[in-house]
């Protein structure tokens, strides 16, 4: 098994709100990756008296404990439990009832000798490439679909007809899109967050598979400098430069 990961600031000096863990067990049998994007707060901090890094340290570590000691717990439960623990650290001191209450988008993914099992919420990606060599993106695509219409996001977050991210509900965790694959039929996979995909889903030069055929061939580091120079480009709008996070699993 390979494993390679490496994560990148948006801008230099500014804390990294993503946050990428990897955890395979002594056994040798399976392992597990989570990979969270933060999502930037507002002024006032989403009546969080906490930055979103803890928030993401404490969510993405309490998933991959979960994802790792609970096998028979499936991982949407896992993300449903691992909110409910982080609300629950920060339940007396912070407004969890704030739209922007610390959050992020979530992707999990863990296998062993029979399966490959996947969740994802939001706009963070999975990338699975099966024996046949061909790589499929396991999205969830909520939130392209409504800027296709040119809806205004910020109403629509964590509400019925919109898109969703972890934050304090756990509820959340039954709207990623999860499912399972034969562990036989998978020889790698790669989990990105939007920061490194953005020549794919904003730039529209590369696709999924030049992508992934990209990290894998010069690593994480290469990808990330691929969307740099694109952003120095045709800088767009919002953030210029985005948080980039990227894990690769080769099976």
């Known amino acids: 098994m390979r494993i ?27 392992g597990v990756v989570v990979v969270l994007d933060g999502v930037t707060p507002p002024p006032d901090n989403g009546g969080c008296v906490h930055s979103v890094p803890w928030f993401t340290a404490r969510l993405g570590g309490a998933l991959v404990e ?3 000691a609970q096998r028979e717990s ?5 993300l449903a439990e691992a909110i409910s623990r982080t609300a629950q650290a920060h339940r007396d001191t ?4 704030h739209r922007l209450t610390p959050q992020a988008t979530v992707v999990a993914a863990r296998w062993d000798d029979a399966e490959l099992e996947y969740l994802v919420l939001s706009d963070s990606v999975l990338l699975v ?29 964590n ?24 562990r036989a039929d998978v020889t790698a996979l790669a989990a990105l967050t939007d920061g490194a995909t953005r020549a794919v889903d904003h730039f529209a030069v590369d696709d999924w598979a030049g992508t992934f055929a990209l990290l894998r061939k010069a690593g994480p580091e290469r990808l990330f400098a691929r969307v740099r120079a694109l952003e120095t480009e045709q800088p767009p709008a919002g953030k210029q430069h985005d948080d980039a996070t990227a894990v690769l699993v080769e099976l």
Request: glycine share 10%; with cysteine; charged share 20%.
């Open 129 to 157: 490439e099966n024996t046949s060599g061909v790589v499929s993106a396991v999205l969830d695509d909520r939130i392209d679909r409504l800027r296709a219409t040119g809806a205004r996001m910020a109403p629509l977050r």
């Open 74 to 78: 499936d991982l949407t439960r896992c």
């Open 159 to 182: 509400v019925e007809g919109g898109f969703f991210t972890a934050a304090a509900d756990p509820a959340v965790a039954a709207r990623a899109v999860a499912g399972r694959l034969p």
């Open 4 to 30: 390679e990961t490496a994560s990148e600031p948006g801008t230099a000096g500014v804390p990294n709100e993503d946050f990428a863990a990897v955890a395979v067990p002594a056994s040798g049998n399976g």
């Open 94 to 97: 912070c407004d969890l009832s």
């Open 66 to 68: 979960l994802a790792v």
